[in-house]
């Protein structure tokens, strides 16, 4: 038998991959990240927020010492049509004491500092470097091609960890098919604007405090759009997530649709004077819990979102791809012990992850992908109604009150129907039951 | 063989921007590289070891992230990486960094034996002043080539290289006798694709610092204060205005332009 090279070999140093390094490499085992960018972060595009929860597992206060933008005092929820936009949302002055709950941050410099940590923790990052394919010994996993000369890598396991397009588990079978309505394309500007305007134009007291405006309703059409606005220190993240099956079957450019969004109204003054700096496009799994590959094979384990794992109603993500990185380590150091690598033993990693949050919520939702689907109306007739309905109860035209209730809910016969509405409230509460 | 190839980080030139209040370059953010014309001396070095034997060392003088393109160098195929990382640096122009890689290169010689081919990239794309790599090799009182293009023969036994380099207008051939230093163009080589296991030993090994206190470095001899370049000023070129482009033809444009040329030749006192 050959010997190893490494004792495990992540592909993909991304937060998950990142995550699964140092939990290895803390408890002394060999481990290589490989990383096809010139260095990790560099081809990481991410709106950008972070929940500290879980990487403060792994190095307590993190924050202290990481390249964070702006720690997040409030999130708000808008609804936009074509001119007016509905608000919601939370400030509390909870989410401005530290530890603070979450930062907005650029991920080409905090994946960067996170793999400095992880070097240091003694694992070894191999930069531009690409895995090509995986070494099998039967239908065991046993090491890595990559596309280097004398590149091939052998393990006990590998990790994939490389991210949506994971061709790690498709070349392995893993993965089911991927249809353009399990994946967002997510367009991104970074609008360079100086802080003190940012300050004043969000309403926060320094600039390290931040907001999140999440965006969504009829402005974007018939579209399962979100878009988003968040501070970092000096220029905003704003972009827009469409799932993709949309964006082909109404023929709509993305460019075309950043740019409407920005010149909404309620957006443009936010941006208004600002430069844009970047730009990027990337896609986002939003299949949820049905679209999940099986999630190990003998020597193999998928994390991140290659392995699909991303709440995007709570845009979460980059804590998930940690999340799981922890769980396949510790399934690995288990597994270790016993000196079993089979997926017998590997299974438990799907066993940790179904006990956590993690999993626990992505069922929470695992309809919700479907339900918009099939009800895409839900995030635009239905907010287009209290859009409407708030406007009518603030115009003070003469009209009275109990006359404007009177018009709202025959607007809301009218353009919903009672019946449907009942069929859609059943039909949310029996999938989020 | 042994090869010693001083290098310099320099912000991607391609990724910076200016400043147009201050005239000043925006390096945050931009991401730092080994100055491209580097690069091609590693690759010239590390080929002269692929073919002869021996060793590579690389040097080079920065902050303390320069340590990555020092890596980046290992990777290529060096094998001894060294740092001038020292506060006495700071502010160096060419004439204190050719003589603080001088007095480093005089320690990587008492590490790793007597150096057969000095080599550095023509210039740097930061500063352009091409001056550094003669510099270093006035102060090493040995012969230089710079801008080359090609490496025609190498012949270490008999202690001497003939290499083809770019002049204005065509190339000339030099043979000069080793020790010598050479400056290199992107012509120079292709670089290679480095294979994975020199990958692996570039992140294992390590990068030596040296500073004021573990070489013979004098410090009155670096640094902004002790260099004989004084910036005057920094601005940006105010932009050509825009020739006039005149259409007439056959006989009428000799005369249009005589009427154009002469009022300038008279006010030269040229007609
Ligand atoms: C626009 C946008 C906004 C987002 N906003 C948020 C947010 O606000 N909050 C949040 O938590 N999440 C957010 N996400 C999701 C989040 O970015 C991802 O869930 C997270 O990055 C997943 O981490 P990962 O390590 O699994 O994958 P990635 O971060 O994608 O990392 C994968 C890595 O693998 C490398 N790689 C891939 N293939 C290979 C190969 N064959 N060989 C070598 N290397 C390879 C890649 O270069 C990459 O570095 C957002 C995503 C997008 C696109």
Redesign the pocket.
Known sequence: MRKNDFDVII????????AAGYVLAKEGISVAI????IF????????????RSSLDDLIPDFYKEAPIERHIVEQKIWLLSEDSMFSTGIKSEKYNVEPYNCFSIF?AKF?KWFAKKVADASAMIINE????DLILDGDRVIGVK?DRPNGDLYCDVVIA????????TKSLGLRKKITTNNVAL???EIIELPDKVINDRFGVSGSSEGVTIEITGPYFDKMRAIG?V?TNRNSLSL?L?VVTEDMVKLKINPNDLLEKFKSHPAIKPLINGGETKEY?A????EGGYYSMPKLYSNGFMV?????M??NSIH???????IES?KFAARTYIEAKKIGDFSQKTLSSYQKKLEDSFVLRDLKTYKNLPKLLEEKQYLISKYPKFIIDAMYEMYNVDKVSKSEKIKLIMNKAKKELGYFNILKDVFSVWRDFR | MHSLVFIKQVPDAAQVRVDYHTGTLIREGVPAIINPYDTHAIEAAVQMKDKFGGIVSVLSMGPPMAEEALRKALSMGADKAYLLCDKVFAGSDTWATSYALWAGAQKVIQENGPVDIFWAGKQAIDGDTAQTGPGLATRLDIPLVTCAIKIIEANPEKGYIIVQRLIEGGSETLQVSMPCMITAEKELNDLRFSPLPDLIKAVKSSVQLLNSTNTTIDPAQCGLKNSPTKVKRVFIPSKRERGEILEPSGKEIADVLFEKIEPVLKQMGRV
């Not at chain 1, 470097?129 to 090509?132: A, G, I, P, R, S």
């Not at chain 1, 994390?303 to 392995?307: E, F, S």
């Open positions: 592909v993909g140093a991304g937060p998950a991959g990142l490989i990383e096809r960018g990790p972060g560099s081809k990481n595009v991410m709106g950008g927020i972070f929940y991920r994946d470097t690409v895995v090509k990559t960890a490389d991210g949506v397009n994971s061709f790690l997510a367009l991104k988003f968040y972009g997530g990027m990337h896609l986002i799994p994390v991140g979102d290659a392995a794992l991303v845009r979460e993500g980059a804590n998930l791809a990185g």
